[in-house]
C-alpha cells in the first residue's frame, strides 16, 4: 500500500495521543484548582479569625481604658473625700 494511504491513519493516531494527552492535563488542571481553592479558603478562615481577635483586642483596650479611667475618678473622689 501506499503512503497516502496510511497517512490519515497516522494523523488520527497521532490525534488520539494529543487528545490523551490534553486529558491528563485537564485532570492536572483541576486538582490544582481544587488545592488552589483548599489553600484560598484556609486562607480565608485564618484572616476571619485574625480579624476576629483584633475586634476583641480593640474591644478589650476600651473596656480596660474605661475601666482605668472610672478607677482613677473613683480613687480621685475617695481622697477628695478624706
Known amino acids: 500500500m501506499s503512503e497516502q494511504f496510511f ?8 490525534l488520539g ?7 491528563i492535563l485537564e485532570k492536572k488542571v483541576d486538582r490544582l484548582e481544587q488545592h488552589m481553592e483548599q489553600h484560598f479558603c484556609a486562607l480565608s478562615d485564618k484572616i ?3 480579624q476576629t481577635l483584633l475586634d476583641v483586642g480593640r474591644g ?5 481604658l474605661l475601666l482605668a ?6 480613687i480621685t473622689f475617695i481622697q477628695d473625700a478624706i
Open 7 to 14: 497517512a490519515p491513519l497516522q494523523f488520527i493516531h497521532e
Open 69 to 74: 479611667t472610672l478607677m482613677a475618678s473613683l
Open 48 to 50: 476571619e479569625n485574625f
Open 17 to 23: 495521543h494529543v487528545e490523551g494527552r490534553l486529558a
Open 60 to 64: 478589650s483596650w476600651k473596656t480596660l
